[in-house]
């Protein structure tokens, strides 16, 4: 009886031996589960790894020469559009700010000289300025060629009217500057950045295939840089049409204000006195 006690006592030992090996000490991080499916590793070491493959910078450095020529177009476009935005929208604020004084002070200067004088006063890029005098040097002009062919071709009226077409033609296409530049990045770059996501793809499948393996992790980070460039894309995009839309709005309210104050010097000088003027009197 004693020699079996003796005997199961080293059992009991070995076992309670196993038991603390196996045991974490206390505040020791627990060991990473075992996964089959990941090819053998353990999780934390495969999250860590695949972390490792995705974000923008490892995007940068696996970048070839279709990629690189993607991003730069985009970066390019993304600047330009910017920059066409910060300028046409001081630009329409300097002439909304100026152009109510300029018209009031044009119609509340009793003398055509003097009036005239501070339009010439006024900044090179300001337009109503510039349509009132180009009108009243045609009135001069057809004035000063009483008697001549000039005055026999064509009457006051129609001189007059015609410089004032050239005119508004003339400053209404500098309200269009980079409007053109901002719906062309609005309608082609998602469609660059679309580019450079399927050939991202297409490059990683062909890494994955050749490296055969066709995990989850090995599948997320190349796709998931390959979709920055859509990202990319739209970022670029988006404040071009936001912005083309915006400005659209406010050059028609500009042209429309051209082209009442034109209305108004045609029959200022044509007449010598504006339409509700006369039809006070």
């Given at each position: 009886m004693q020699q079996e006690e003796a005997s199961i006592q080293p059992a009991d030992q070995a076992v309670a031996v196993d038991l603390a090996a196996n045991?974490?000490?206390?505040?020791?991080?627990?060991?990473?589960?075992?996964?089959?499916?990941?090819?053998?590793?353990f999780v934390g070491d495969s999250d860590?790894?695949?972390?490792?493959?995705?974000?923008?910078?490892?995007?940068?450095?696996?970048?070839?020469?279709?990629?690189?020529?993607?991003?730069?177009?985009?970066?390019?476009?993304?600047?330009?559009?910017?920059?066409?935005?910060?300028?046409?929208?001081?630009?329409?604020q300097v002439v909304k700010t100026r152009a109510d004084r300029v018209i009031r002070t044009f119609w509340e200067t009793q003398n055509a000289q003097d009036a005239i004088r501070?339009?010439?006063?006024?900044?090179?890029?300001?337009?109503?300025?510039?349509?009132?005098?180009?009108?009243?040097?045609?009135?001069?002009?057809?004035?000063?060629?009483?008697?001549?062919?000039l005055v026999e071709a064509l009457n006051r009226s129609e001189f007059i009217d015609r410089a004032l077409r050239q005119a508004v033609a003339r400053e209404s296409s500098k309200?269009?500057?980079?409007?053109?530049?901002?719906?062309?990045?609005?309608?082609?770059?998602?469609?660059?950045?679309l580019l450079g996501t399927v050939w991202g793809i297409y490059h990683a499948l062909i890494k994955i295939g050749a490296t055969g393996q066709a995990s989850i992790d090995a599948v997320a980070g190349p796709v998931g840089e390959a979709l920055i460039m859509t990202a990319i894309g739209l970022f670029t995009a988006i404040p071009a049409v936001i912005a083309y839309n915006f400005f659209?709005?406010?050059?028609?309210?500009?042209?429309?204000?051209?082209?009442?104050?034109?209305?108004?010097?045609?029959d200022f000088f044509a007449t010598g006195s504006r339409v509700g003027e006369a039809a006070k009197r």
């Open positions: 045991t974490p000490a206390a505040g020791a991080a627990p060991a990473p589960a075992f996964d089959p499916s990941a090819g053998g590793s860590a790894a695949a972390l490792s493959q995705m974000g923008f910078d490892h995007m940068i450095h696996q970048l070839d020469a279709v990629g690189w020529v993607v991003l730069i177009l985009l970066v390019v476009q993304s600047l330009a559009s910017w920059y066409y935005i910060v300028a046409n929208a001081i630009k329409a501070f339009m010439e006063e006024q900044p090179r890029n300001e337009p109503f300025s510039k349509i009132a005098l180009d009108c009243a040097q045609a009135a001069a002009h057809h004035q000063r060629h009483e008697g001549s062919r309200l269009e500057s980079g409007m053109t530049l901002l719906a062309s990045v609005g309608s082609t770059a998602p469609f660059i950045g659209n709005r406010i050059n028609r309210n500009t042209n429309a204000h051209f082209d009442t104050f034109a209305h108004d010097l045609h």
